[in-house]
């Protein structure tokens, strides 16, 4: 599962499944392109992050955390890195489930690439996004079905956008209001 990570394929070879992934919201896109016609999917993380889910990854963080080793201080030290990689693996799984796809069938798994869509990249590039999403399907395929994938994009992009400013005005309320712990003034009068 971890080749799904690793980055685009050789040059000129196109992935076969995008996964669009908004991280502040509760909604996420795919396109799978290995048949004649673009598959595109909106996904909800309620039908990914299951009790199965959740299970799955206490079991494998459970066999991580209590392999014995030499170096116990930097096996603990690892922990994060090493859950990082458990849930992404984990939820590639859950996700390529979803999807119809058998994670465990090595010949059936699409190559895969993950956007994250997210951050400063996301306000400058948002229109850009969604021309990419355009050419890559074409703006008839994102209006075919009944659906018009590319305004969902665009809610989707507006969304993330929204909850990323509201996370900043919270961040910036709670630094003004000295309850922040990443803020800090040089000095401060508390009569």
């Not at 009944?146 to 996370?167: C, K, M, P, T, Y």
């Amino acid at each position: 599962m971890e080749d799904l990570f690793k980055g685009p394929g050789p040059e000129g070879e196109e992935c076969d499944l995008q996964i669009f992934i908004f991280p502040h919201l509760k909604e996420f896109m795919t396109v799978d392109l290995r048949h004649g016609d673009p598959i595109v999917n909106l996904l909800h993380t309620q039908d990914i992050f299951t009790d199965r889910f959740y299970a799955a990854v206490e079991h494998e963080f459970s066999i991580i955390a209590r392999r014995e080793t030499n170096s116990p201080f930097s096996h603990l030290i690892n922990l994060p890195l090493r859950m990082e990689e458990i849930i992404r693996d984990i939820s590639m799984s859950f996700i390529l489930d979803t999807l119809g796809i058998d994670p465990d069938d090595e010949e059936s798994v699409p190559s895969v690439v993950v956007f994250v869509v997210s951050g400063g990249a996301l306000a400058v590039h948002s229109e850009r996004l969604i021309d990419n999403l355009n050419s890559l399907i074409g703006s008839e395929m994102l209006k075919s079905h009944g659906n018009n994938w590319e305004n969902v994009l665009s809610r989707l992009v507006s969304q993330e956008n929204e909850a990323l400013n509201q996370i900043n005005r919270d961040e910036l309320s709670e630094a003004f209001g000295g309850d922040s712990h990443d803020y800090f003034t040089l000095w401060e009068n508390r009569n």
